[in-house]
C-alpha cells in the first residue's frame, strides 16, 4: 500500500482492505519523500469509516495527528449512515488565526517596536496560568456559546463591522449550551480572552512580497504594510468537550456497528442522539473560539491606541481550522449536504461562493496559513478549483516535521530568541522551553507548503509576511 | 516508580514504570505534571484533591485518569507532585480512586513547558513488560 502519483503534486493510495474510498494528499515529491509513515496509515483509516464521500484527503502540511492526520479533511453524507467523528475535530476546536491590517507601514514602527510587543505581551493573557480578559457567570457563558464573536461585538469587543469578515459572520449556528459540561463551562469562566500555550501566538507582520497584485488590492494589503496576526482556540472548554467525547464515542461507535481502525477515531452516526449531542457542543466550542479571538482582537486594538492612536486595525479576515461543518457541496453532479471535517486544515471558499463576504467575492475566501516564528506566514485566497478538489479546503500552517523532544534536544530556548532577536524578530515568551519546541527548524518549508498549495490548486498566494515579533504563550 | 517522556511527531508522550499498573498510572501522571514544574520533588505536597473515574478496560482508564487530573489542574489551579491510586477491576469494568498532591500552580517558580490539552489513545498501552508494568500515551499540547 504506497501512494502513487495521478497527477502532478497529487498522490493517492488505492483503496484496499477496510477502504471505502482512496487516500489523496496533496504534496510535492519533497513533501511525499519527508512524510511520516503515519500519515499513511491513518489517511487508510478514515477512508474507511461509513458514509465518506469521495476520498479521506490530506494537504499539503499533513502530519501524525490523533485518528485523523493533521491536515486531514473528509467529508460525510448523513444520508447514506455518514459519521462525525470527535477526534476528526480535535481537542482545540476551532483552533484558528485571524490577522488585521492596521492602516500603517511597518516602518512607521520606528524603534518603538520593542514598547509595543512588550505592551502586547503585557494586555493579552497568555501561557500557563489562568485569567482571561473577561470574567463570566454560567449563564452569561451559555449566551456566549450561542453568541460567539457576535455576543462579544455586543458587549463591547470589536465592531460589527468585524463579523462580516469572520466565517459563519461570527456565530456558528446550531450550538448547544445544554450537551456543553458543567466541567467544560467550569474552565472557561475566567478565561475568555486568553491567548494559552504552545503553538498559539500574537504576532506583529510586514507584507514582504505580493503575488497576485489584484487579490492583495481586494484585501488591502499592500507591500510593506504592518500586520497584527493572532492564532488560537476554544481553550479550556474545547478541551474538555473534546476529551468528553472521545471517551464516549469509544464505545458509543461499536454500538452502532462502527468497527474503529483507531479508538482516536471515535465517532458516532451523524443521525443519532450522540452525534446531534456532539453537533450541539462542538458547535458551541467554535463559538467559544470565536468570542475569544474576538476578545483578544479588541485588546489589540486597545494596546494599539496607547502607542499608535491614527492605526486603524480592520479585519482582514478570521477562519478556523478544527471543524466538522455541514455544507452543501457538488458529488456526481448532484448538490448534497455533507458533514466536512477539517483537522489542521481551512476551508477556502472560492470566487463566486456566497459565505464569501461580498467584498471579496470576486477573488474569493482569504486563507491566513501560519508559519513559524522565525520565517514567515501567507495571506492566500480560495479557489473555484479547490471545490471539486478538497471540499474548498487548505492547509492551515507549515505543520511539524520534528517532534519536540528532539527540537529541544537541537534548540535551547533563551539561545534561539537571542538568536531570532539578532535576525530584528523579537519573541517574547512566557516559557523559553516551549519557545525551543516551537524553533523555526522544527517545522516544514512553509514556502514549500504554500506553493504547493498553489500548485494543487487549493488555494493561490497572495502575499507572504514576515515576522517583526512574536508573543507565545 | 518511574517515569519519562518519549517521542512523537508534534506532542509528547509519558510513560510510568513500576511494579503494579497503579505503579505504573502514578509514574504517568509525574510524567504529565513534569510538563508543568519540570522540577517534580519540589512541588510542596499542601494540597489534596481525591481522584476517581471509571472506563471499559485499563487503558481507557489510563486515558480517563490522566484527563481528570487535568481537569484538576486546570479547575483546581493546583500542579500535582505525588499521586497514590487504587485500581479496581470487575467483569464489566474498571475503577480507578486515589489522591493528587500538590501546590497552587506559581508560573514564576514552576518551570513549565506547555499546558497539556488532553490524553489521547495514541500509543496507547497499559500492559506488562519484562517484570514490569508500563501504562503510557501521548498528550496533545
Known amino acids: 500500500m504506497s501512494f502513487h502519483e495521478i497527477e502532478p503534486n497529487v498522490w493517492e493510495l488505492d483503496p484496499s482492505g477496510p477502504m471505502r474510498v482512496p487516500g489523496r494528499i496533496f504534496a510535492s515529491r519533497e513533501l511525499i519523500d519527508a512524510l511520516d509513515e503515519k500519515v499513511r496509515e491513518q489517511l487508510a483509516n478514515v477512508a474507511a469509516l461509513p458514509g465518506i464521500v469521495e476520498a479521506s484527503l490530506a494537504m499539503p502540511d499533513a502530519h501524525w495527528g490523533y485518528g485523523f492526520p493533521i491536515g486531514g479533511v473528509a467529508a460525510f453524507d448523513p444520508d447514506r449512515g455518514g459519521i462525525v467523528s470527535a477526534g476528526g475535530v480535535g481537542f482545540d476546536i476551532s483552533c484558528g488565526v485571524r490577522t488585521f491590517t492596521t492602516g500603517m507601514k511597518a516602518a512607521e514602527l520606528g524603534d518603538r517596536l520593542e514598547t509595543l510587543a512588550h505592551d502586547l505581551y503585557r494586555t493579552v493573557p497568555a501561557g500557563v496560568g489562568w485569567g482571561g480578559a473577561v470574567k463570566l457567570t454560567v449563564p452569561e457563558l451559555d449566551q456566549m456559546l450561542v453568541g460567539g464573536a457576535e455576543w462579544a461585538v455586543q458587549k463591547g469587543w470589536g465592531d460589527a463591522d468585524d463579523l462580516e469578515r469572520i466565517e459563519e459572520r461570527g456565530r456558528m449556528e446550531g450550538a448547544d449550551p445544554s450537551r456543553v459540561s458543567r466541567r467544560a463551562k467550569e474552565r472557561q469562566l475566567q478565561e475568555v480572552g486568553s491567548l494559552g500555550s504552545g503553538n498559539h501566538y500574537l504576532e506583529l507582520q510586514v507584507v514582504e512580497r505580493l503575488f497576485d497584485a489584484k487579490a492583495a488590492a481586494v484585501f488591502r494589503l ?169 471540499f474548498s479546503s487548505s492547509c492551515h500552517g507549515a505543520g511539524r516535521k520534528m517532534s519536540r523532544t528532539q527540537a529541544k534536544t537541537i534548540w535551547q530556548g533563551k539561545a534561539l530568541i537571542r538568536e531570532l532577536g539578532e535576525r530584528g524578530i523579537i519573541i517574547k515568551s512566557h516559557t523559553a522551553k516551549g519557545a525551543a519546541e516551537e524553533a523555526p527548524g522544527a517545522y516544514k518549508d512553509v514556502d514549500e507548503v504554500a506553493a504547493v498549495a498553489e500548485a494543487t490548486g487549493l488555494s493561490r498566494r497572495v502575499a507572504r509576511v514576515l515576522p517583526l515579533a512574536c508573543v507565545k504563550g | 516508580m518511574a517515569w519519562e517522556h518519549f517521542e512523537h511527531g508534534a506532542d509528547v508522550g509519558v510513560r510510568g514504570r513500576g511494579n503494579s499498573p497503579e505503579c505504573a498510572f502514578e509514574g504517568a501522571a509525574c510524567a504529565l505534571f513534569a510538563l508543568l514544574a519540570e522540577d517534580l520533588a519540589a512541588v510542596q505536597l499542601s494540597v489534596e484533591e481525591p481522584v476517581a473515574c471509571e472506563a471499559a478496560n485499563l487503558e481507557e482508564l489510563l486515558v480517563a485518569f490522566l484527563n481528570e487530573l487535568l481537569y484538576l489542574f486546570d479547575s483546581r489551579h493546583v500542579v500535582f507532585g505525588r499521586f497514590e491510586v487504587a485500581i479496581e477491576q470487575t467483569s464489566r469494568d474498571v475503577h480507578l480512586t486515589g489522591t493528587a498532591r500538590g501546590e497552587p500552580f506559581d508560573p514564576e517558580r514552576h518551570d513549565f513547558t506547555v499546558l497539556p490539552k488532553g490524553a489521547t489513545f495514541t500509543a496507547l498501552e497499559v500492559a506488562r513488560r519484562d517484570d514490569e508494568w508500563i501504562a503510557q500515551c501521548v498528550v496533545d499540547v
Do not use: W
Not at chain 1, 478541551?239 to 477515531?265: C, K, N
Open chain 1, 222 to 390: 499592500a507591500d510593506g504594510d504592518l500586520l497584527v496576526t493572532i492564532h488560537c482556540g476554544s481553550r479550556g472548554l474545547g478541551h474538555q468537550i473534546g476529551t468528553e467525547f472521545l471517551q464516549r464515542f469509544v464505545s458509543v461507535a461499536s454500538r452502532y456497528g462502527i468497527a474503529l481502525p483507531d479508538r482516536e477515531l471515535a465517532c458516532a452516526p451523524i443521525r443519532s442522539p450522540e452525534g446531534e449531542e456532539y453537533l450541539g457542543a462542538m458547535r458551541a466550542g467554535i463559538n467559544c473560539a470565536l468570542a475569544n479571538r474576538q476578545v483578544i482582537g479588541a485588546l489589540v486594538r486597545k494596546v494599539f491606541s496607547r502607542h499608535f492612536p491614527a492605526a486603524k486595525l480592520r479585519l482582514l479576515y478570521d477562519v478556523s481550522h478544527n471543524t466538522c461543518k455541514a455544507e452543501e457541496h457538488e458529488v456526481g453532479g448532484q448538490k448534497r449536504t455533507l458533514f466536512v471535517h477539517r483537522k489542521g486544515a481551512t476551508r477556502a471558499f472560492g470566487p463566486g461562493h456566497a459565505e464569501v463576504p461580498a467584498e471579496y467575492r470576486e477573488v474569493g475566501q482569504p486563507v491566513l496559513i501560519g508559519g513559524t516564528m522565525g520565517t514567515g506566514s501567507y495571506v492566500l485566497a480560495g479557489t473555484r478549483e479547490s471545490e471539486a478538489r478538497a
